[in-house]
């Protein structure tokens, strides 16, 4: 195969490079070993930052999401929940900062309001009656999943490809330029060669790994970051604890849930990571001092993200690691069509993407302006169903009369499963549980794909997307990702929920059993 450009890894910077390589009129081929958004970019908040979180530690990050703010709302609105934001102090919180926070607002140019604590409170009934100060802010929610789908939905239109399931194993190198590179499919084991111009590596957390791969090195910090999932919206905001960066102190609404984290713990490796019963109650314990009912509430999932920073010290602390993105020309280090982006937000997502592709049309020659800040990003049927609760506040009546609903929890239906696989399938990928799972809501409700696992992969099969029982192994795969992040919320109602589908899915089909030969045809 040969194209343009190669960019290696399908997150939200792999894929928003695509789109404006090709809005510049280059053609692209984007490569993932697993699948969209696999990375940080589908680990994450999905907080779109108004840069108050950084206006003490990283004024010029601060800065830099402000811009990309505005942007953003203007040009991929239909990925944005426009929540705005607070940012509140309780008792015992570092009252310098308190004070400090408007100053450095404005110098880093970043929009803050002080409220009485007292309209606060009305604006946000959970919020603690510990709370001593309220600032307002612009922060919104953002759908990192719908993001990069749109993304290389665009990108795809214009003429670039997307292969999922596609892991880099070797660059042939000859006379300081990458040749070609050698990219197996996991799914067949068969490995093709592609030839590009100049290749990207937007690899996020594995951006180390892909550049050790061409004998360059990158020192890079990986930082675990937990995030639980609530069974329903606690605010109508985004709110923020008002001091300085630590865990447990934002809580970030997305359709009908909310999302409560983080943490910061050094990682070695980004690969198998998930969250831990330690974690967990560590972020609690500092959520409810914001907001009391995060101590009782029920949390459906926990999971994990690896943050991949750029560290140029020695530092003990990944939060003072800087959260500003890394562009580097490797034709310094004797490669001379290579260049890494790593780093960054998912808020600086788009100026990522077009500082990497101001690079990329340097070594191609090509002048054109970048395009993504005039041209908004059109919506698209497939990305539809990635939205959390979509329909969950509407009475459900499908333009079919043979439309029943696979997943009740986030009310897919079987078109709507059909439309992703169609995607899928046009972009010669292989359609899955997982890979479905990454484009839509299913198993991500309260029962965590109990139900609507079985239901939809016996639509797979007999609609013929699947074929023979291979697939059965799959089921494994997708019901042990949402494990990973239930094994630490094994209380109340989880612990029930946890119980009933091993009961279903182990006691009932024998699904442990899935892999040893004979035991399931």
Not at 18 to 41: P, T
Not at 321 to 342: A, C
Request: negative net charge; charged residues 25%; aromatic residues 6%.
């Amino acid at each position: 195969m040969e194209t343009d450009v190669l960019i290696i890894g399908g997150g939200v910077t792999g894929t928003g490079i695509a789109r404006d390589l090709s809005l510049r009129g280059l053609n692209c081929i984007v490569i993932d070993k697993s699948d969209l958004n696999a990375g940080a970019s589908g680990g994450n908040h999905g907080l779109l930052h108004s840069g108050a979180r950084y206006v003490g530690s990283d004024p010029e990050a601060a800065a830099e999401c402000k811009d990309e703010l505005e942007i953003s709302k203007k040009n991929v609105g239909h990925c944005i929940e426009d929540t705005g934001g607070l940012f509140v102090a309780v008792k015992g919180d570092d009252e310098k900062y308190i004070a400090d926070f408007p100053g450095m607002c404005k110098t880093s140019g970043v929009y803050c309001k002080k409220i009485d604590v007292s309209a606060a409170k009305e604006m946000e009934p959970a919020l603690s009656d510990d709370m001593i100060a309220a600032y307002e802010v612009n922060d919104a929610s953002i759908n990192p999943f719908k993001l990069s789908i749109e993304n290389m939905n665009d990108a795809v239109l214009r003429g670039s490809q997307f292969l999922s399931f596609s892991k880099v194993v070797q660059f042939k190198i000859v006379n300081n330029c990458i040749e070609d590179v050698s990219v197996i499919n996991q799914m067949n084991g068969k490995t093709i060669r592609i030839k590009a111009r100049t290749y990207v590596n937007a690899s996020g957390a594995w951006a180390a790994i892909v550049a050790a791969m061409a004998g360059l090195t990158i020192n890079m910090v990986l930082s675990k970051g937990t995030l639980l999932v609530t069974s329903k919206r606690m605010t109508k905001r985004v709110i923020n604890r008002l001091r300085k960066a630590t865990d447990g102190d934002i809580l970030v609404p997305g359709g009908v849930v909310s999302i409560l984290g983080t943490t910061s713990v050094r990682v070695e490796s980004p690969d198998n990571i998930y969250p831990t019963i330690n974690e967990v109650d560590q972020i609690i314990s500092e959520g409810e001092k914001i907001i009391p009912a995060l101590k009782t509430c029920r949390y459906i999932r926990a999971y994990s993200g690896a943050r991949p920073l750029v560290s140029e010290g020695a530092s003990e602390d990944d939060r003072t690691v800087s959260r500003g993105f890394t562009l580097r020309d490797h034709k310094e280090d004797g490669l001379d069509n290579f260049i890494t982006i790593t780093g960054g937000k998912l808020s600086t997502y788009r100026l990522m993407a077009e500082k990497a592709s101001d690079l990329v049309c340097w070594k191609h020659s090509i002048f054109s302006k970048c395009l993504t800040k005039e041209i908004a990003l059109p919506s698209t049927k497939s990305g539809e169903w990635s939205e959390p609760g979509v329909r969950i506040n509407e009475p459900f009546k499908s333009a079919k009369q043979n439309d029943p609903i696979l997943c009740e929890c986030e009310m897919v239906p079987q078109s709507a499963i059909d439309t992703v696989i169609n995607s899928i399938q046009e972009t010669q990928g292989r359609p899955d549980l997982i890979s479905v799972g990454l484009r839509t809501r299913i198993g991500k409700g309260p029962c965590q794909g109990t139900f609507c696992s079985l239901r939809i992969l016996s639509h797979m099969v007999d609609s013929d997307v699947i074929r023979d029982h291979s697939d059965i192994k799959g089921l494994k795969h997708f019901l042990n990702e949402r494990w990973k992040g239930e094994q630490s919320l094994l209380w109340d109602q989880a612990l029930v929920q946890s119980s009933l589908k091993e009961m279903i899915h182990s006691g009932l089909f024998g699904l442990e059993l899935a892999g040893n030969p004979g035991l399931i045809e």
